[in-house]
T-cell receptor
Framework: GENVEQHPSTLSVQEGDSAVIKCTYS??????FPWYKQELGKRPQLIID?????GEKKDQRIAVTLNKTAKHFSLHITETQPEDSAVYFC??????????FGTGTRLTVIP | NAGVTQTPKFQVLKTGQSMTLQCAQD?????MSWYRQDPGMGLRLIHY???????DQGEVPNGYNVSRSTTEDFPLRLLSAAPSQTSVYFC??????????FGPGTRLTVT
């Protein structure tokens, strides 16, 4: 099956700085890469996604980049705010349509 | 739409007891799945279904059964609960090529 690795496991940044979270995947047939944000005690919620035919996607302060050759993708959050503090998960969807998740990054934005 | 719903929200079981976690969605999604979330391990796929009458195993299926008699419902059965099954369980659904939506989760403790 797919193996998704995510780094770092924890990340602290000053408010206004940028945060970058990186993931790698193993299955070259994976074709869809979503990112989820999970606040304490809540369900994971999709914040941005990218498909394998696209190299970069932006949505306001959030961007995702994908390097298919290297099998890695990254989440970039600019101008971080305290409400960005949460656990972020990357995921990869295989050809069999299953979504496999990384182990999560706990982001803390320090005011 | 209620989206994805799960019951119960919390459950405490004794070792050896059985129970069923309920999951329902009202979005007519073909794909439904169950994940467990443990600290530091992300979300791991237990079982999934691509349509009524079709189920298959994910990464960590041992000790769990599922069935999919209707498009809407996808219950998860714990056959004989063990302390290792203490976790937060999330049900999810989506169309095959679309965004995955999660239910609110069930926090299960096995003593």
């Amino acid at each position: 099956g797919e193996n998704v690795e995510q780094h770092p496991s924890t990340l602290s940044v000053q408010e206004g700085d940028s945060a970058v979270i990186k993931c790698t995947y193993s299955d070259s047939a994976s074709n869809y890469f979503p990112w989820y944000k999970q606040e304490l005690g809540k369900r994971p919620q999709l914040i941005i996604d990218i498909r394998s035919n696209v190299g970069e996607k932006k949505d306001q302060r959030i961007a995702v980049t994908l390097n298919k050759t290297a099998k890695h993708f990254s989440l970039h959050i600019t101008e971080t705010q305290p409400e960005d503090s949460a656990v972020y998960f990357c995921a990869a969807k295989t050809g069999a349509n299953n979504l496999f998740f990384g182990t999560g990054t706990r982001l803390t934005v320090i005011p | 739409n209620a989206g994805v719903t799960q019951t119960p929200k919390f459950q405490v079981l004794k070792t050896g007891q059985s129970m069923t976690l309920q999951c329902a969605q009202d979005m007519n999604h073909e794909y439904m799945s169950w994940y467990r979330q443990d600290p530091g391990m992300g979300l791991r796929l237990i079982h999934y279904s691509v349509g009524a009458g079709i189920t298959d195993q994910g990464e960590v299926p041992n000790g769990y059964n599922v069935s999919r008699s209707t498009t809407e419902d996808f219950p998860l059965r714990l056959l004989s609960a063990a302390p290792s099954q203490t976790s937060v369980y999330f049900c999810a659904s989506r169309v095959l090529t679309g965004e995955q939506y999660f239910g609110p989760g069930t926090r299960l403790t096995v003593t």
